[in-house]
């Protein structure tokens, strides 16, 4: 059984921050990707960014120069770290991991979800 817990989320005036971690737990052996998307009400779940293992990183065109993900492999935690934020970002962020487990069987997990709202 592999968990993954969202926190962070919050309510910000346009141009705050806002740091979101995701906490993964249970029988895991490694971490591959982990990503953060985001779905706002009435659109599709999209991706925002992603790092793995290795620490390399990608973003959406609408995260990049505003948003940093990072990791801590250590602890089976992710980042994101969000600024400039625009009413545009509120969604409901959540947290995705490909995870290993002990018994060598790999598969996609995701968090319950953490609710932004950026007020303009």
């Known amino acids: 059984q592999v968990r993954l817990v969202e926190s962070g989320g919050g309510f910000v005036q346009a141009g705050g921050s806002l740091r979101l971690s995701c906490a993964a737990s249970g029988s895991i052996f490694s971490i591959n990707t982990m990503a953060w998307h985001r779905q706002a009400p009435g659109k599709q779940r999209e991706l925002v960014a992603t790092?793995?293992?290795?620490?390399?990183?990608n973003y959406a065109d609408s995260a990049k120069g505003r948003f940093t993900i990072s990791r801590d492999n250590a602890k089976s935690t992710a980042h994101l770290q969000m600024n400039s934020l625009k009413p545009q970002d509120t969604a409901v962020y959540y947290c995705?991991?490909?995870?290993?487990?002990?018994?060598?069987?790999?598969?996609?997990?995701w968090g319950q979800g953490t609710q932004v709202t950026v007020s303009s």
């Open positions: 790092i793995t293992s290795g620490g390399t990183t």
């Open positions: 995705k991991a490909n995870v290993v487990r002990w018994d060598h069987i790999g598969a996609d997990y």
